[in-house]
Nanobody, 117 residues
Framework: QVQLVESGGGLVEPGGSLRLSCAASGGIPSLYVMGWYRQAPGKSRELVAI???????TTTDSVRGRFNISRENDKNIVHLQMDNVKPEDTAVYYC???????????WGRGTQVTVTS
């Protein structure tokens, strides 16, 4: 069974940087997609950025140009480099993955990111 473990969350000032990482365990071949979603208090969970093992990337408009997603496909590890963070980036960030295009979502437990001065 695939498990996702996130790391790298914490407290950061506006304009600062943070790097999130997520590693999948379970001895599986390259996952079809790995990425990040986030959920702020009182809001629905939303996509931040995902990256397919073919290289294709989807990034939400609000973070484009500030956040960068990268993957180590052979290790099933995904990173989210967050630069120039804003208070509205405050949320619990969840790692997400799928084995294939048609398979269900796999979720990590989440890591808190708080942007405050």
């Amino acid at each position: 069974q695939v498990q996702l473990v996130e790391s790298g969350g914490g407290l950061v000032e506006p304009g600062g940087s943070l790097r999130l990482s997520c590693a999948a365990s379970g001895g599986i071949p390259s996952l079809y997609v790995m990425g990040w979603y986030r959920q702020a208090p009182g809001k629905s969970r939303e996509l931040v950025a995902i990256k397919r093992n073919t290289g294709g990337t989807t990034t939400t408009d609000s973070v484009r140009g500030r956040f960068n997603i990268s993957r180590e496909n052979d290790k099933n590890i995904v990173h989210l480099q967050m630069d120039n963070v804003k208070p509205e980036d405050t949320a619990v960030y969840y790692c997400n993955a799928r084995r294939s295009f048609t398979s269900g979502d796999i979720w990590g437990r989440g890591t808190q990111v708080t942007v405050t001065s």
